[in-house]
């Protein structure tokens, strides 16, 4: 069954969307409403962008997303350095056969679903080399075009509370992202349970609800 197939079959949309979230909330305690969101900005072809301050799980969240869809998953860490090029992939020089020639090297924009971790750290240079593939699903590195494997799923995160080192979002590229989602702290109770979650030897997997 593909992501079209769900969008016009509204009852095995209703089922693989519940079974998806509930497969989630196996492992993210709490964050309902993030959970929904993130999942409704997948299936409606989106991007998201997650804020708020360090260690609420926003990378796991972004990892166990990927598992549950059965989706290649990536991880930049962005910083003030990083260049397009660390992104988007590079041109390199190399000998086959005793002749040299060009290959292109892939980057982490290679995959299906990507965490942008702290991207506001990331000069507006380097923010920018994500506008063609969010919007168009493509990367143009030296005059040639290279399709992304469908679906594509951007989530990007930024911290509220540390604004040194850092550059806020143009409107160009916070016009990539269908929702902005507030990750905010959880519950006490919800704290009990990741207290006990996290303190015992055994571990939950996410398996994958749909095929990739």
């Given amino acids: 069954m593909t992501q079209h197939d769900l969008t016009v079959q509204p009852e095995a949309f209703r ?3 519940a079974a998806l979230s509930e497969e989630l909330h196996r492992i993210i305690v709490g964050q309902s409403e993030v959970i929904e969101r993130l999942l409704i900005a997948f299936f409606a072809g989106g ?3 997650l804020e708020g301050v360090p260690g609420l799980g926003k990378t796991l969240l972004a990892k166990s997303v990927a598992q549950a869809l059965g989706l290649s998953f990536k991880r930049i860490q962005c910083t003030p ?3 397009p090029a660390d992104i988007l992939g590079t041109q390199l020089v190399v000998e086959r056969e005793g002749r040299k020639q060009f290959e292109f090297a892939k980057g982490p924009i290679f995959t299906q679903i ?4 702290e991207i506001n750290r990331a000069t507006p240079k380097t923010q920018s080399a994500l506008l063609e593939a969010m919007e168009e699903r493509q990367v143009t590195v030296s005059g040639t075009t290279f399709r992304l494997e469908e679906p594509f799923f951007v989530m990007a995160t930024q ?12 409107e160009a590229q916070l016009d990539r992202f269908l929702f902005k989602i507030l990750v905010e702290y959880p519950s006490a109770e919800a704290l009990s349970q990741i207290l006990r979650q996290t303190t015992v030897a055994q571990t939950v997997d996410i398996h994958p609800v749909v095929p990739p």
């Fill in 15 to 17: 089922t693989t969307f």
């Fill in 47 to 49: 991007h998201v962008l």
């Fill in 81 to 83: 350095d990083l260049m």
């Fill in 114 to 117: 990507l965490l942008a971790d």
């Fill in 159 to 170: 911290n509220p509370i540390e604004m040194e080192g850092t550059f806020p979002l143009p």
